[in-house]
Nanobody, 124 residues
Framework: QVQLVESGGGLVQAGGSLRLSCAAS????????MGWFRQAPGKEREFVSA????????YYADSVKGRFTISRDNAKNTVYLQMNSLKPKDTAIYYC?????????????????WGRGTQVTVSS
């Protein structure tokens, strides 16, 4: 089992920045990739970014390319999402997810473990 705990959410003005963290614990050795998804009220959960644990290969949704950066600290078993130039449409609950086996980074159903989420609110 893998436990995931997100932190770093909050309220920020448009154009501002936030850094989300996702700390993993438990069977860390089994993790293949970790990702960030978000869900706004009344909308489906959508892919934001993902990173492969072994080599750091990254993936991004088109909507966040050039603004968000995903990174990992293997020593701390933590994944980060640096979010810059935030927009009101980035407002959502952000969830961290981890996968053990083959993964399609943008498909939430290929992830095995999920955190409880952290709220990000961007005011205009």
């Amino acid at each position: 089992q893998v436990q995931l705990v997100e932190s770093g959410g909050g309220l920020v003005q448009a154009g501002g920045s936030l850094r989300l963290s996702c700390a993993a614990s438990g069977s860390i050795f089994s993790i293949n990739a970790m990702g960030w998804f978000r869900q706004a009220p009344g909308k489906e959960r959508e892919f934001v970014s993902a990173i492969r644990w072994s080599d750091g290969l990254t993936y991004y949704a088109d909507s966040v390319k050039g603004r968000f950066t995903i990174s990992r600290d293997n020593a701390k078993n933590t994944v980060y999402l640096q979010m810059n130039s935030l927009k009101p449409k980035d407002t959502a609950i952000y969830y961290c997810a981890a996968n053990r086996g083959p993964v399609v980074p943008s498909m939430p159903q290929t992830y095995d473990y999920w955190g409880r989420g952290t709220q990000v609110t961007v005011s205009s």
